[in-house]
T-cell receptor, first 113, second 115 residues
Framework: NAGVTQTPKFRVLKTGQSMTLLCAQD?????MYWYRQDPGMGLRLIHY???????AKGEVPDGYNVSRLKKQNFLLGLESAAPSQTSVYFC????????????FGDGTRLSIL | GDSVTQMEGPVTLSEEAFLTINCTYT??????LFWYVQYPGEGLQLLLK?????DKGSNKGFEATYRKETTSFHLEKGSVQVSDSAVYFC??????????????FGQGTILTVHP
């Protein structure tokens, strides 16, 4: 039962470097989400997708891009990493039926030096 | 916009103590309400949910009642265990058919239970 898998689990970047975080789900969910978790601030939505080929901005989208080329995968990109993007990133997915819970991955801890 | 406010932590209890974590919300529609739990080094897991006023969600000895009149969804457990030590998040989904399941989270409450 893989559920939602995030890679990598840890990464250290230098300011200005780029990287892509991968999220994969095996539950055939329509909706997928990227959040960042910072101390004392809960989780904040970065971008989300309601289906293959579609993406939309969340609460804190600046500095991030996403793509959903396949239904099961949702990629989060940082084009030019900044120290303010040091955070723990969580991917989640859910069924399109109303009031369904989101299923979360175990997170990616990203440090930008 | 929608918002969720949780009681500030951290909360430290002895085993078998009674737990309450307060959660209040503001929303424009009729949201569904959730409690998620995050154990160390893991992602969030759904603990319980309630989808309409006066519903009570329950799971693993935890309970929360959707109170529309006080816009609250407080989490309670009668007797906590060391294994309940985790971070607890209150969240709402103000669907109305257009939010695509997006959740608004509270800031989280750290619970530590000592033997």
């Amino acid at each position: 039962n893989a559920g939602v898998t995030q890679t990598p689990k840890f990464r250290v970047l230098k300011t200005g470097q780029s990287m892509t975080l991968l999220c994969a789900q095996d539950m055939n969910h329509e909706y997928m989400y990227w959040y960042r978790q910072d101390p004392g601030m809960g989780l904040r939505l970065i971008h989300y997708s309601v289906g293959e080929g579609t993406t939309a901005k969340g609460e804190v989208p600046d500095g991030y891009n996403v793509s959903r080329l396949k239904k099961q995968n949702f990629l989060l990109g940082l084009e030019s990493a900044a120290p303010s993007q040091t955070s723990v990133y969580f991917c989640a997915s859910s069924n399109r039926d109303g009031n369904q819970p989101q299923h979360f991955g175990d997170g990616t801890r990203l440090s930008i030096l | 916009g929608d918002s969720v406010t949780q009681m500030e932590g951290p909360v430290t209890l002895s085993e078998e103590a009674f737990l309450t974590i307060n959660c209040t919300y503001t929303a424009t529609g009729y949201p569904s309400l959730f409690w998620y739990v995050q154990y160390p080094g893991e992602g969030l897991q759904l603990l319980l949910k309630a989808t309409k006023a006066d519903d009570k969600g329950s799971n693993k000895g935890f309970e929360a009642t959707y109170r529309k009149e006080t816009t609250s969804f407080h989490l309670e457990k009668g007797s906590v265990q060391v294994s309940d030590s985790a971070v607890y998040f209150c969240a709402l989904d103000d669907s109305g058919g257009t939010s695509y399941g997006k959740l608004t989270f509270g800031q989280g409450t750290i619970l530590t239970v000592h033997p």
